[in-house]
């Protein structure tokens, strides 16, 4: 369960204050549009921690008690409030009730829809452990696989599974400018979901980054035999393989999980990065 979806039920049965980064200048520990929810007797979300945090909640919870509305309050992180980080937080301190939750849940689902698509190939032990990673990050993540009764019962709130035989026939239906990870259990399936989106590319041009799993001799093998089907040079230099950030050790699926999760955040920076939202 999403920290947004942990908010939304609690708030069902009892009012809280969202506490959401409103703007900052200079060094911060988080980006606006963070938020915390803080209820009487536990908190969901995170605005950086620390004493920042620690302040946050203690006036959050003044407000519970009281029957203020909004408020905003700047915060320099110095040392009056025992941080060095030496920027400034504006925080917006929002009663919200059971009331609020329509409200609240669009705010939610429109800013989802603003998170990068990845596209993933294969449901065998590296993509599940990649699937409980990306669903806490701000990913959509649209997993597919050929076989039948694959992924598990329960996903993250942010992940859509689809059965697709063939399953290369999924790419021209994928969102437009989607992280595409092939990780299928068959080299050959791999090859040709690769191929289709090679074709696409050549298209369209909208998949900003296609990852193959694998060794550099696996991917040396398929550079060949794409090259067989009419791809040139170009095209395959639009491929990366291995996948995963470099200097990470370790072949366990949650190891090669967490490098390749870490490679597509960098790629946020780089790639159409997803800019904050008004909190309202």
């Known amino acids: 369960m999403t920290a947004e979806e ?21 060094s ?3 980006e606006a549009g963070a938020w915390m929810a803080v209820f009487a007797k536990t908190t969901i979300g995170s605005i950086g921690g620390g004493r920042l945090e620690w302040q946050a909640t ?7 008690g009281g029957q203020a509305g909004t408020q905003v309050r700047r915060f320099a992180l110095g040392p009056s409030l025992g941080q060095c980080c030496g920027g400034e ?20 689902l429109a800013q989802q829809a603003r998170w990068p698509n990845v596209a993933l190939f294969g449901g065998g032990h ?10 806490r990050l701000p990913f959509l993540v649209h997993w597919l696989d050929s076989r039948d009764g694959i992924f598990p019962g ?42 289709a989106c090679l074709l696409r590319q050549r298209l369209h041009r909208d998949l900003p980054f296609i990852g193959l799993i694998g060794s550099r001799s ?47 955040l960098q790629l946020n920076a780089t790639i159409d990065a997803v800019p904050s939202l008004p909190t309202k």
């Open 6 to 26: 942990q908010f939304l039920a609690l708030l069902d049965s009892q009012p809280a204050v969202r506490v959401s980064v409103q703007a900052y200048r200079g």
């Open 28 to 30: 911060v520990p988080r």
């Open 58 to 64: 203690e006036l959050a919870r003044e407000q519970l």
């Open 89 to 108: 937080v504006t925080l917006q301190f929002e009663p919200v009730s059971a009331q609020d939750i329509p409200r609240l849940q669009h705010h939610f």
């Open 126 to 135: 590296v993509a599940t452990a990649l699937v409980q990673v990306l669903g």
């Open 154 to 195: 329960t996903l993250p709130g942010n992940v859509r599974a689809e059965h697709s035989e063939p399953v290369q026939r999924a790419v021209a239906g994928l969102a437009p400018f989607s992280r595409v990870l092939i990780m299928s259990f068959s080299h050959a399936e791999d090859l040709d979901v690769l191929a």
């Open 218 to 264: 696996k991917w040396a093998v398929f550079r060949h035999r794409l090259a067989e089907r009419g791809f040139g040079a170009d095209e395959l230099a639009q491929v990366t393989s291995p996948i995963g950030v470099p200097g990470i050790a370790g072949k366990a699926p949650e190891v090669i999980a967490v490098a390749v999760a870490a490679q597509l």
